[in-house]
Structure formats: C-alpha cells, structure tokens
C-alpha cells in the first residue's frame, strides 16, 4: 500500500492479569508457529486449518510478520504472558486497489486464557488501530454458527450478521454452516 501505516498503540482495558497486547514480530515467528500448532491441534476447535495443513517455516512465517507490519491495511497482534504468546488477532487487507478499505478478521486465544476478556482486549485494540488509521473502513469475519461465545463477543464489539453460508465447511463427517459478520468503521 501506498498509504502510510498507522502506528499501533493498545487502548484496551487490561484485565487483572499481566497479558500485555503488541504487534507480532518477526523474530516471534517460531513461538507464533508453535502456538497456532496447538491452536489447531485442539479436538473440534472452530477453525478450518487442519493441523497438518499449517506448515510454515520459520523463516517464511517471519515474512508474512514482517509484509503485515509494512502494510496500511493489516495487523498481526499478540498477547502475551510473561513472554509466552497466548492469543493473536490478523487484519488482513485486501491487496487490490477496490479492497484495500477491507480486512478479514482472525482471532484466537489460548485454550487455558478463554473467557477471561483477551478476546475482546485484541478486538478492541484492532478495531481502534483500523479507525484511526482511516484505511480500513470494513472488517469482515467468518465464523461457525455453533460458535456462541464467538459470535456474542463480535456482535458486542459491534459486528452484525451479513449473512450465513450452507454447508461451507465439511469436518469430521458434518457439514457445518458459518455466519459472514461485518463491522462497516
Ligand atoms: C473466540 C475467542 C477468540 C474469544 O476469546 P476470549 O478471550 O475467550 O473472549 P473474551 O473472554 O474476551 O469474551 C468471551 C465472551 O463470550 C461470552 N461467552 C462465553 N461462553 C459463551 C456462550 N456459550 N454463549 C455466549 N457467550 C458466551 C463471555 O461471557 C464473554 O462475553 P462478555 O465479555 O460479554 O462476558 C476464543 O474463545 C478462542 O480462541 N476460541 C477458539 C478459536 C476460535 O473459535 N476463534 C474464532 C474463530 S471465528
């Protein structure tokens, strides 16, 4: 993008806990790998990245860090605890010029921190970060019906219902529906 890129400041409430939120640096690439591994590894956890589908390297994994923090339109975050990554969040801006005002959401935090306001935390640092930035005017996001907590923290954080896609996702012999959510900034 040509635009410049904002710069990140967190803005979110902290909870009683010391997880701090940052952008995701390169040299995180090895912890972030290992952290989506588990992530993913979860049994019937609400992502469509099979385990053994996510095969980065370390090195093409730093890149993709480092394209998203030169870019206007994306965002790669981390939580962290006491130097350990438990949650990330990625705006991902569309790469032509007709969809550089959009991002997709991607969110996730660690099994062991759910429920305890990391997720909003991110959304709310995310969300912030887009609309000072004033490139961003539409984040988009996927999400599975059956994942209540999910969608309730979305549509509180502002996100509404566009639509929802039949069958989209065939996982472990059922097909699963998902909704299409947006914020327009
Ligand atoms: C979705 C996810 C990122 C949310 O992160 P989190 O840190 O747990 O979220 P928070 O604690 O900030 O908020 C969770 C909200 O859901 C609510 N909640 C929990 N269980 C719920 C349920 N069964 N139904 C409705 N709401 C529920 C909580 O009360 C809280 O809302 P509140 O702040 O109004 O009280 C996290 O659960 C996760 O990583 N899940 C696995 C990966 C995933 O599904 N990613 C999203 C793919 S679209």
Known sequence: MSRQRHPYRSVAVRGADNVILRPALPEDAAQVIAYM????A???INLITAPDEFNPTTESEARLIADMNRSA?????VAEDDGRIVGHLTLQG???????HAAT???TVAEEWR???????????????ARDGGVLTRIELFVFTRNTNAIHLY???GFQVEGRRRHSTFRDGVYLDDLVMSLLL
Request: glycine fraction near 12%; include cysteine; aromatic fraction near 8%.
């Open 105 to 107: 959401l991607g969110i």
């Open 155 to 157: 549509e509180s954080c």
């Open 37 to 40: 591994r588990r992530v993913f």
């Open 115 to 129: 429920n305890r306001g990391v997720g909003r935390r991110l959304i709310t640092d995310a969300l912030h970060w």
């Open 42 to 44: 979860e049994p019937g």
């Open 94 to 100: 569309g790469k032509r010029r007709h969809v550089r």
């Open 73 to 77: 339109n994306s965002l790669f975050l």
